[in-house]
């Protein structure tokens, strides 16, 4: 009998802590502010933030370098959310139209002004990265090329590691 009470009252606590876990983790979610999520480019600081804090120490830039970078990255600001909300727009638009069951033509239609779209944001990104190389010295050009190396040497150690591990 004794028996039978302790595994009631165990079932009983283990079912109330089961329901107040997922009420505990979804207000801590719910206040993290946006920490751990990318809930938009700018709170993460983007190519402006911690990264790019790294590479201005890696590649020793001026005071003056830091300030015109800044400008520049300013300067596109308004046209890069631009670009981000019409991405958006475009994704969510034709995953609607696929819900639908929109026909072939309007897919194809919403498929083509999303890779437009995308056309656009790579394009910004290599004329914002001709920018960038435009600031440095040759000299920081040449330490940007070795991080990079380094950094892509980083990459396939860690690829081929994964697939190491698989087989």
Do not use: Y
């Not at 520049?72 to 696929?98: F, M, W």
């Amino acid at each position: 009998m004794k028996s039978n009470k302790s595994l009631m009252a165990g079932l009983l606590l283990l079912s109330a802590v089961s329901m107040a876990v997922p009420t505990i983790a979804g207000e801590a979610g719910k206040n993290c502010g946006g920490k751990h999520h990318a809930v938009k480019w700018a709170e993460h600081d983007g190519f402006a933030g911690r990264e790019f804090r790294h590479m201005g120490k890696a590649l020793a830039l001026t005071e003056a370098q830091k300030e015109t970078l800044k400008a520049q990255r300013e300067a596109d600001e308004s046209a890069r959310d631009a670009r981000h909300t019409k991405l958006a727009e475009a994704r969510n638009a034709l995953a609607t139209a696929v819900e639908a069951g929109a026909n072939d033509v309007e897919l194809n239609a919403l498929a083509d002004s999303l890779g437009k779209l995308h056309a656009e944001q790579a394009l910004a990104g290599a004329k914002a990265k001709k920018a960038f190389l435009a600031v440095l010295t040759e000299e920081q050009k040449q330490t940007l090329a070795e991080v990079k190396a380094k950094r892509l040497e980083r990459k396939a150690e860690r690829r081929e590691a994964r697939e190491s591990t698989k087989s």
